[in-house]
């Protein structure tokens, strides 16, 4: 499996342990609600965020979402927010060694 990395379009191998993935709220919709998930500029990801709100793995989809650099709403947040997110934990992770 693959995904698309953000910051240089490459496609990068992902780790063998994604079972969280299967409990996951946003699966329970289906296919059909992706278009929610991966909003076009402009348009609201409110939605996507009201069912990453309740989900039972969010944050391991959070750290991921972060790890990756996926692309659309993860983990109740949007590309932007997780773009903040990464600075901050650079930093932090700099100053616990």
Do not use: H
């Amino acid at each position: 499996m693959t995904v698309l990395m953000s910051r240089d379009d490459r496609l990068v191998p992902l780790p063998e342990n994604l079972l969280w993935r299967d409990r996951a709220a946003c699966r329970a919709l289906g296919a059909e609600s992706s278009e929610i998930f991966f909003p076009t500029p402009g348009q609201s990801a409110d939605a996507a965020k009201v069912v990453c709100r309740s989900c039972p793995v969010k944050s391991e989809c959070l750290a991921f979402a972060v790890e990756y650099r996926c692309q659309g709403v993860w983990g109740e947040t949007t590309d932007e927010e997780r773009a903040r997110l990464r600075p901050e934990r650079r930093r932090a992770s700099t100053l616990t060694r």
